[in-house]
């Protein structure tokens, strides 16, 4: 029988230790790809990027294919939280923040449309059905865009895709009810929580029931919604979920897509308000068949201003004590669809 000294055993014993390093190492980079190939978000860091659940769904008599909506989890998180409203800064910031990162429901078929060269205005639609249905016997779709800044190519992509599309922005320079090229049909007007013909900046102002009611779409669904809007470091995105969980407009809406602006610091008790008041309104949403299915990071203009290699976790690590401004783009499809806007309007109890 062969014998071996030590220096041949130890050499063997490092062999077989780099085997199973580098086979360990293949299985691992395999299986991370395979879970990062699921994942439907732009976002830098993928620090939450969790496999979101799928709906294996029913056929109906009509042959439509029926989703089956799936169940809301509570936000992950390092540690236990107080409850939500109730908490200091920084864990109201971290039940936030885990729960946009927390996808709801995985869209399988999806078109990332719009934007700018740096991606910036481009918003994700789920073309899956019923959230963007057959169209051959239901006329056009319907989609509001509230704030462009000039970037209509959001909004043009929609029209080719056949919608009648109404974008909306005081701001600009542009002619109220002009018609782009695409047939964007453009309102030199903004979304409040009030009508007023001389508002926030001096701007016609308009709420998203009256909008409905002058542009004659009240027996309409609302294909789509989308909200980039800019009100100084925040914007009107919790004006608008207000608006919807009031006047239950929330229901006929299809799909809605918004940027989120989250000032601080977090210490200042405003800023710390409107961080609980966002999360209460979109886990409302949530109860009423919203479910999340993507979620952009926006540190665009940081990465040009501040660091090639900036990432939203650069905020969130100052946000708390600090004039951090955090950006994320947001989309919802609605499972519990429930009629036009005017009937959910006329059965809406005061």
């Known amino acids: 029988m062969m014998k071996l000294n030590i220096k041949t055993i130890a050499l063997l014993l490092c062999v077989l230790l780099a085997i199973i390093y580098v086979t360990w190492n293949l299985v691992y980079v395999t299986d991370l790809n395979a879970l990062l190939s699921t994942a439907n978000y732009q976002s830098e860091d993928m620090l939450l990027r969790l496999k979101a659940p799928k709906s294996d769904g029913q056929i109906t008599s009509d042959g439509s294919f029926l989703k089956e909506k799936p169940a809301i989890l509570e936000p992950l998180a390092n540690r236990e939280l107080k409850p939500a409203g109730q908490a200091p800064p920084e864990e ?10 927390q996808r709801q429901y995985h869209c399988t078929d999806s078109k990332y449309l719009g934007g700018r060269e740096n991606g910036d205005g481009a918003y994700d639609l789920c073309v899956e059905k019923p959230f963007w249905p057959d169209r051959t016997d239901r006329g056009k779709c319907l989609v509001y865009s509230f704030g462009v800044a000039n970037d209509f190519t959001f909004d043009d992509e929609m029209a080719k895709l056949g919608c009648e599309v109404h974008s909306f922005d005081p701001s600009t320079e542009l002619a109220d009810n002009s018609v782009r090229e695409s047939g964007v049909i453009f309102h030199k007007v903004g979304i409040s929580n009030e009508d007023d013909d001389h508002g926030f900046n001096g701007w016609r102002m308009r709420t998203l029931k009256t909008i409905l009611r002058e542009l004659g779409h009240q027996g309409r669904h609302l294909d789509f919604l989308k909200v980039d809007t800019d009100k100084g470091s925040t914007g009107f995105e919790d004006i608008v979920m207000q608006q919807l969980i009031e006047t239950g407009l929330y229901k006929c809406v299809r799909q809605y897509s918004m940027e989120i602006h989250m000032a601080g610091p977090l210490t ?61 783009e947001t989309s919802f499809v609605n499972f519990d669809v429930s009629g036009t806007c005017q009937e959910v309007l006329f059965d809406r109890k005061p």
Not at 272 to 283: D, K
């Open 268 to 328: 200042n008790s405003e800023n710390l308000n409107r961080c609980r008041l966002l999360y209460r309104q979109m886990r409302t949403l949530n109860d009423g068949g919203w479910r999340l299915f993507n979620t952009t990071d926006n540190v665009r203009a940081a990465k040009v201003l501040v660091d090639p290699n900036y990432k939203q976790t650069m905020n969130r690590q100052h946000i708390v004590n600090y004039k951090k401004v955090i950006l994320w």
């Open 92 to 101: 109201e910031l971290e039940r936030i923040w885990n729960y946009v990162y």
